[in-house]
């Protein structure tokens, strides 16, 4: 017992060095102020604290969040627009020719036409036109799509058939035939609005029948099929419900395409009449006269209608991301 004592007691030099960086350590901690510790600990400590806050709650981080501000600040954008183009007065877009060819100034901003017209009054009101036709057109596409989608559920015959319609219309170009149905329609604002809707519904009613054909594979609808309920009314009671979210963003997301196309022909001259103020109508006019340096006549109007289909792309997109729908390229 003697023996181990003494050995406990005797040191290493291991043990030596310890006992000197602990020294070293106890006289370097003496110098040092406290006060100036306890505020290096307190600012650590604070800044520790936010950095978990930034990252429990980080600004414009939440999708849903941001999704809902882009797509309110879209809708406002859409409605002023649309507001102050259907209420400016007629006599906005009268011919002045003492103002022609101005460039932009404070009293015209977007300047002056040929005619002396004021070409941001004429860009209002052909962006409120834009709207409208885009509206039209936009609904009754997404009218036809829910219908055919509806009907590819009833039976398998029906399904085959309206699958065949639909690949049938994406196998043909897309411009030529809205170019043709616009012809056959005689063009103005209602031949235009339907031949757009004619040519948009395929990838949104091929979308409405896929959700169709895995509704009908549900335990519920089996169920109300065993009870007795017929097809249409459990298509109008249990499968429409479900299918109003992917048609209302499919709707809107088919109305930038509308907008641009209709934009499109009105440029090739088998839109729109020449007396209606439309987009298309101010592009194609300017044309000849960007040579001579006005540059501004097609510059503001075109900025103006890519602005109008991103606010609704943005607005599809947001509502995409709050209702928690399908991607939004598979309804372009």
Known sequence: MKQTIERSSEQTPETAEVQKVNTATQEVRHY?????????????????????AGVSNPPFRNPRKRALIWGSLAVMWIVIIWLTGRLLPAGSTLT????????????????????????FMRTLKGLATSIQVGLLAACGGGLIALLLGLGAASSKAADRV?????????????????????FVFGGGLAGVATAIALTHWPNLARIVRAEMIQLKSAEYIQISHKLGQSRLRIAMQHMLPHLVPQLFVGVLLIFPHAILHEAAITFLGLGLSPQQPAIGIILSESMRYLSAGMW???????????????????????????????????VR
Do not use: C
Not at 162 to 182: G, K, Q, T
């Open 32 to 52: 040092i102020n406290p006060e100036l510790l306890q505020a290096g600990a307190e600012k650590e400590t604070s800044q520790t604290r936010k950095g978990y």
């Open 96 to 119: 002045s020719l003492m103002d022609r060819n101005l460039a932009p100034t404070w009293a015209h901003p977007f300047g002056t036409d040929w005619l002396g017209r004021d070409m």
């Open 162 to 182: 309206i699958s065949w319609i639909i690949d049938l219309f994406l196998s043909v170009p897309h411009l030529v035939s809205l170019v043709m149905l616009a």
């Open 296 to 330: 501004w006549l097609a510059f503001f109007p075109g900025l103006a209608l890519l602005l109008v289909v991103r606010a609704f792309d943005v607005l599809g997109n947001s509502l995409k991301t709050l209702t928690g729908t399908g991607s939004s390229r598979e």
